[in-house]
């Protein structure tokens, strides 16, 4: 069984909620305690019915002002797939949680209510997925109740939507009428639609084609931790451990170490319980070399003729997300794989609105939640891929050194 | 052509090897609480896959309260030999004698809040700056919104309204003096995933996880084992019943259920099939509709 990672994004009132309630409870994964929760208090909140939105709303903080103010995790299941959602808010402060909720998403699900058609909000959750790379984007166009089902109505958002989407980077898009109030088009298919021959929502999560989405191609390998066993019979192992981040090594291969870039080839791939003849993204394994080589975290193992660009100059799309504004010429810590780093913001080549996606050259204040692109130096080399072609290679975290907090997310060009 | 796709379950696993070794790698004194129920035997079990052939280079902390299931304690001993782990062990016992918690009183006294004194003492005195925890997001609302690094202040409290954004894998485990972390491996299983995996992987389980008979009494809709720490009010019948536990907890407050189940498939066959989940039979759960909210920010696990 696959695992599909996705993300939703909707304005504050545009049933999103409603609608991951609605493909929990169709798809059975409510268990009867969380239905009793729920019936106790929508009767004590005086709703008349079950509100499926308070399946999601978790804190306490979020009841209280009605509103998602986090990332949520939602787990189902079908016989066909896994399903890990990241349910993200969609009002103006929270788009750092969208960036975040959708960077380790496969598909991300945009909600537009079919009475107010494309809105800001439309453009900012396409503009980031598009910015995230992520590989399939779902428009459901919401409450079609509420516009009596009608086809030119739907047909007239899609249309607009795809103006919308020609000005980004989108791949795959797909266009669903549905109603999550009443289950139209989410599992089981509508009655009131039957001008929409598509498939529903739950039949393209469960079969929209995911092993596409790994870089198969590059090898890239940071290594994590090094892994030395203190007894006499392991005596001379030396096993490097990590996640593959991208592309296939096997046993024999000749390999190169970064930054030394001291060559040797893959004795063994090591697991605990078998030794592998080759590993693959996203498996965590342990690769042991021929050569004695100086090894430490923080460095990468690449196949000997495929290698990732290396520089202490990067070119890249940033969203800040610290409570203090981007300081020019500020210094922070870079993380890049398992490697930090650090560095200092050289220069904001513009701020863009993610309203609008123009582009403001003139524009070097960048506070929270805003989207620009900029020219940072590291201290040490980084190895890396763009993002587009690498996710994980590809991206950055920035890290307040007074605070220690996260302050930005960046996508290396 | 080979297919280079990844199951659910390795992908999981991958993941949390992943977090694993990342936690290993970014803190000094990390530590692994162990409470002998499925989720922290899986996280165990994978921590030995993360560094073989090397020792797990951090001790395994179990809270005890006093109230455990004997078969716990057991099997955490086999359990712990097994892997060739270090153990610590935190009594509740202790705090209430050096009078750092009181106990409470009446026929539903339960040592479960008091474990967050113990737990934060024990990581105080060890001074473990990093506690991976086997808690999971489909547990419990708080839960969902928990990240995989979860930053403690030097209270050891948590604040859901200011966590650090966790991108890609990228996890920022940097702190100042005297604040720590809480780190979940798991966060991304679901109650199958890991009974799935424990079957994948062969992992030994303790035996109250299987059918077997016991004597209960019916207490606040749950099925509570009769032990030295409940005992039956007036109007409470103990009676023998064939039971098994969903989770394991403190005798006082983990109810049983009914089941025959006594095999590892029977176990799964019967979750697939059941309406209610694993902490609709936990009692600390059910005292308020926040409870975990209030307990996580208290410092619980």
Redesign the interface.
Known sequence: ???LRFSTAGSVDDGKSTLIGRLLYDSKSI????LD?LEA?SNQKGYGVVDLALLTD????EREQGIT???????F?TPK??F?IADTPGHIQYT??M??GS??SNLSLILIDARNGIVEQTNRHSFIASLLNIAHLVVCVNKMDLVGYDENKFNEIVDGYKVLASKLDIKDVTFIPISALNGDNVVDRSTNMSWYNGPTLMYLLEHVH??SD?N?IDGRFPV??V?????DR?HD?R?Y???VASG?FRVGDKVMVLPSGFTSTIKSI????KTMEEC?????V?IVLNDDIDIS?GDMIVRENNVPQSSQDLEMMMCW?GDTPMQPNGRY?L??T?KESKCVIKDIRYRIDVNTYHRNEEEKQIKMNDICRVHVRTQVPIFFDSYRKN??TG???L?DEAT???VA?GMIM | MQ??????L??????S??II??T??QFERPALLFSGGKDSIVMSHMA????????IPFPCVHIDTGHNFPETIEYRDMWMKEIGANLIVGHVQDSIDTGRVKEEKGPNASRNALQTVTLLDTIAANKFDACMGGAR??EE??R??ERIFSHRDEFGQWD??N????????L?G???VGENFRVFPI??W?E??VWMYIVAENIPIPSIYFSHQREVIDRDGMMLATSDFIIPGPNEMPRKEIVRYRTVGDMTCTGAVFSTASTLQEVIDEISA????E??TRSDDKRS??AM?DRKKAGYF
């Open positions: 069984m696959e695992l268990f009867q305690d969380q929760a208090y978790g804190l306490r903080a103010i986090d990332v949520a995790y939602r787990y299941a797939r896994k890990i750092r949680n960036v975040t960077s380790n995911l092993s790994i198969h994590q931790y892994i030395r066993p203190k007894e392991y192992y096993g451990a990590g996640r296939i090591d697991s605990y319980d693959f993204a996203p498996q965590s342990t975290r997300f810590i993380r890049h398992t996710r994980i991206s950055v975290i890290i220690n907090n996260t997310a | 297919l280079y796709n990844l199951d659910h390795r992908d999981l696993e991958a993941e090897i992943y070794r990342e290993a790698a030995r896959k993360a560094f073989y052939p090397a020792k997001r489909d609302k708080a969902a919104k859901p309204k966590q650090r954004p966790e991108l890609w894998m990228l920022n940097k702190k100042s966060s991304n679901t199958m995933d059941s309406r209610t989940t902490r609709g509709e926040a909210e």
